[in-house]
Nanobody, 127 residues
Framework: QVQLVESGGGLVQAGGSLRLSCAAS????????MAWFRQAPGKEREFVAA????????TEADSVKGRFTISRDNAKNTGYLQMNSLKVEDTAVYYC????????????????????WGQGTQVTVSS
């Protein structure tokens, strides 16, 4: 099992930027695809972005494409989500997650494919 801790959330004005980090410990983080999901009040958890185990492939939700960038530094056991041009509707708790199987080349988008989750970090975008 891998333990994940998110950080970097906060309050930002619309149009601003934030960079979320996901620090991993435990099993070999570098072998597993990871992803970011988010959940707004009263809404279901939704996919944001995912990256495969070596950083060679990424996929993003249409709602964040061109604004958010997922990346990872396996030497530091850390994943990132760079969020630019933030909108009020990006307000949510953001979670990072690790896939349950190693060396998956195509980054998955379904929450059920991820076996380890962090506790979440709040992102609030004001108008």
């Amino acid at each position: 099992q891998v333990q994940l801790v998110e950080s970097g959330g906060g309050l930002v004005q619309a149009g601003g930027s934030l960079r979320l980090s996901c620090a991993a410990s435990g099993r070999a983080f570098s072998s597993y695809a990871m992803a970011w999901f988010r959940q707004a009040p009263g809404k279901e958890r939704e996919f944001v972005a995912a990256i495969n185990w070596n950083g060679g492939r990424t996929t993003e939700a249409d709602s964040v494409k061109g604004r958010f960038t997922i990346s990872r530094d396996n030497a530091k056991n850390t994943g990132y989500l760079q969020m630019n041009s933030l909108k009020v509707e990006d307000t949510a708790v953001y979670y990072c997650a690790c896939h349950y199987a190693p060396y998956v080349d195509l980054p998955p988008r379904l929450a059920a494919m991820f076996g380890s989750w962090g506790q979440g970090t709040q992102v609030t975008v004001s108008s």
